[in-house]
């Protein structure tokens, strides 16, 4: 029954549902920079919470962390970024378009021939994805700083503090939600690819001999986590990294994809960083990160670090993508987003079913009791019909309706979005009905 959307329907939608805007638009926009409109905002913050609240309030073994986006430059030193950082660049002297080596067929490489007009293409070169920037009012090399092109590092920088302020044992986990920068040589896909974007990472510390168990624990988890966001599974799959795709600091790495309407493509990594940035940060701040670990007779070692690294922006598209649906009623064609009720912008739509005879004043006490608890919206315009439709396209799971019985008898109409079956529930028992709702939703397959 699912219609999967094309990219062009969903930036649409996005656009005309104040989702997603493109980023400066009057100014003829940024090239893949884009900016979260009432709804997008809502969405994303949803998708944020749902991680944040399954990484850390649902784990006693997890704390949470936010460290600044600019950082001792030495840090990007210390992590390898300023020396592997980089993807290989190739230019097509005749349509000038830009690539990157590993993203194009093979065959063009080798006859260096541009995949779109079979112009002339440069040699690769190293390009570094890091934004550089300087701090203070002189550009001189001592000032240099860097955008952080992963969130990864403040979590690293922080073990010591984290392990003596907040008597973290190992094996342990540091959470952090925050903005990273990549000088992307292609963006494309709306925000799948973009050069500002967020991350949702979790850095597990371990001893060195856990490895193997806790990869294949956070592997699972994470991927189960898709799920428990309404995520349908035939769309999501496993990738195992190569010996050629392997980061610089990776021993074993699978990414989580998901099929996005242009294909098969990352969403999350599950790496194991082994030691390495510890180890790489101790020799490079001269300073002890080692841990003793006494649970195991007071041994003394650097903790191997099993990451798990999620896009949030990234994952508000996945959410967009798989939520979107198209059904009939009526004879007429429904725009519905299948969003999971946790995740929706407006959890509840209050609606007189008309204006007159004190319906509105009835629905507005209602809306104003309800959104203590959840994310409502009141409408009173047009016909009935067209109001739902306007809920469904924003995924809105709950609809209540004040009707002329809803005077005598304290009743109003919920309306489910997925089934548009519509139940008589006492105005007294709405607030407990939706969350039970909510706690049992299950997406129709
Ligand atoms: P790629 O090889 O596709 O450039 P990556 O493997 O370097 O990506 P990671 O460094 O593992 O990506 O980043 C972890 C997660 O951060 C990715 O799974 C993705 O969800 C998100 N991410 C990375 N780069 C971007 C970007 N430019 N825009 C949006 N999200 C991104």
């Given amino acids: ?114 995949p779109e007009c079979g112009g002339e293409l440069t040699d690769p070169r190293q390009f570094n994805l890091m934004f550089k920037t300087h701090i203070g009012p002189v550009e001189s090399e001592g000032s240099v700083v860097y955008l952080r092109p992963e969130t990864a590092q403040g979590i690293y920088v922080n073990f010591k503090n984290v392990v003596q302020t907040a008597r973290m044992r190992i094996p342990f986990g540091i959470a952090q939600v925050g903005k990273a920068f990549r000088n992307e040589i292609t963006t494309k896909n709306f925000i799948f690819r973009t050069c500002e974007f967020e991350q949702m990472e979790m ?16 592997k699972q988890e994470r991927f189960d986590f898709y799920k428990r966001m309404g995520i349908r599974e035939s769309r999501l799959r496993f990738h195992q990294h190569g010996p050629d795709e392997l980061a610089h600091y990776a021993k074993i790495a699978f990414d989580i ?38 649970l195991r ?23 967009l993508a798989d939520a979107y649906d198209e059904d009939e009623v009526e004879g007429e064609k429904r725009v519905v987003m299948r969003l999971h009720p ?30 203590h608890e959840y994310a409502t919206f009141y409408d009173q315009g047009g016909a009935i019909g067209r109001r739902y439709r306007r809920q469904d396209e924003i995924g809105t799971p709950f609809g209540v309706t004040v009707d002329y019985q809803s005077k005598e008898d304290r009743t109003v109409t919920l309306r489910y979005r997925d089934s548009m079956e519509q139940v008589r529930v006492p105005i007294a028992q709405l607030s407990e009905t939706i969350r039970r709702a909510v706690r049992e939703y299950r997406r129709p397959t």
């Fill in 203 to 218: 850095q597990f510390f371990i001893h060195p001999s856990d490895d193997q168990k806790y990869f294949e624990q956070w």
């Fill in 1 to 114: 029954m699912s219609s999967a959307a094309s990219m062009e329907t969903l930036v649409s939608l996005c656009k005309r549902r104040g989702f997603i805007y493109q980023s400066s638009e009057i100014y003829g926009g940024l090239a893949s920079a884009w900016d979260y409109g009432p709804m997008g905002v809502e969405l994303k913050n949803r998708v944020q919470n749902f991680w944040w609240r399954e990484m850390t309030q649902l784990h006693d073994d997890i704390v949470g962390l936010d460290a600044s986006i600019l950082m001792h430059p030495r840090v990007w030193e210390a992590s390898g970024h300023v020396e592997n950082f980089t993807d290989p660049l190739v230019d097509c002297k005749k349509c000038k378009q830009r690539f990157r080596a590993d993203q194009i067929p093979a065959e063009n490489m080798i006859s260096h021939k541009c």
């Fill in 342 to 371: 946790e995740l929706a912008p407006i959890t509840v739509g209050v609606f007189p079913l008309v204006k007159k005879d004190g319906l509105a004043e009835m629905a507005r006490e209602i809306e104003r009791d309800l959104r």
């Fill in 297 to 319: 007779e007071g041994e003394r070692y650097i903790p191997y670090v099993i990451e798990t690294s999620a896009g949030l922006t990234r994952t508000v598209l996945t959410v």
């Fill in 257 to 294: 994809q998901y099929e996005f309407p242009f294909g098969w493509k990352e969403l999350e990594g599950i790496h194991n960083r082994t030691d390495y940035d510890l180890r790489r940060h101790m020799e490079y701040s001269k300073k002890d990160l080692t841990y003793l670990d006494d």
